[in-house]
Nanobody
Framework: QVRLVENGGGLVQPGGSLRLSCAAS????????MGWYRQAPGKQRELVAN????????NYADSVKGRFTISAGNAKMTVYLQMNELKPEDTAVYYC?????????????WGQGTQVTVSS
């Protein structure tokens, strides 16, 4: 069974920083890509950033470019999201996801989500 466990959410003032982490565990053969999505109240879940394991290529939502940085751990089973210059509109539940192979099965797995609140 594959698990994704997120850490690092919380309350921060506008302009502040937070670092989210997500660790994948279980019978994992290979991680193809990992990423972060977020969902604010009344809105659809949206991509924040993702990173490909093979070449380390990254992709960011326009709204976070220049402020957020996604990176992978050495074992490629951990992903981080460094969030700087946070704005109230960044408030959302942040979900980690991973496109990975477990046994003979390739699919996307999701974490339970971590709340990020940006408020003064």
């Amino acid at each position: 069974q594959v698990r994704l466990v997120e850490n690092g959410g919380g309350l921060v003032q506008p302009g502040g920083s937070l670092r989210l982490s997500c660790a994948a565990s279980g019978r994992i053969v290979r991680v193809n890509a990992m990423g972060w999505y977020r969902q604010a109240p009344g809105k659809q879940r949206e991509l924040v950033a993702n990173i490909t394991s093979g070449d380390g290529s990254t992709n960011y939502a326009d709204s976070v470019k220049g402020r957020f940085t996604i990176s992978a751990g050495n074992a490629k089973m951990t992903v981080y999201l460094q969030m700087n210059e946070l704005k109230p509109e960044d408030t959302a539940v942040y979900y980690c996801n991973a496109d990975l192979i477990s046994g003979w099965d390739r699919r996307v797995h999701w974490g339970q989500g971590t709340q990020v609140t940006v408020s003064s």
